[in-house]
């Protein structure tokens, strides 16, 4: 199974982005699918999650009203559009498997990640 996350730069505060993870190696549309994120000295926080037919979705009070999860099963792809961006939401992020739309997802098998830098 391999995530590979893409879309991420560098915008000013109010800026938008929109993050891809394409999946392949395994059935993507039988997955819950999730987004983490890691900020320079922080852990991980969990921010939203999608299920397998995009008909629930998570967002963490952090992100709720700024940013859309969604997927596409045929392209095996998840997106994150992310608008009215924050300084504190730079960070790396991440997509990964879910268990659970409403339990932040395990922490190995994550992709690599994409960098999203917001500047004041």
């Known amino acids: 199974a391999q995530l590979v996350e893409s879309g991420g730069g560098m915008v000013q505060t109010g800026g938008s982005l929109r993050l891809s993870c394409e999946a392949s190696?395994?059935?993507?549309?039988?997955?819950?699918m999730s987004w983490v994120r890691q900020a320079p000295g922080k852990g991980s926080e969990w921010i939203s999650s999608?299920?397998?037919?995009?008909?629930?979705?998570y967002y963490a009070d952090s992100v709720k009203g700024r940013f859309t999860i969604s997927r596409d099963n045929t392209k095996s792809t998840m997106y994150l559009q992310m608008t009215n961006l924050k300084p504190e939401d730079t960070a790396l992020y991440h997509c990964?498997?879910?268990?659970?739309?409403?339990?932040?997802?395990?922490?190995?098998?994550w992709g690599p990640g994409t960098q999203v830098t917001v500047s004041s």
């Open positions: 190696g395994f059935t993507f549309r039988r997955f819950n």
């Open positions: 990964a498997k879910a268990v659970r739309v409403d339990l932040p997802p395990r922490s190995d098998g």
């Open positions: 999608i299920s397998t037919t995009g008909d629930t979705t």
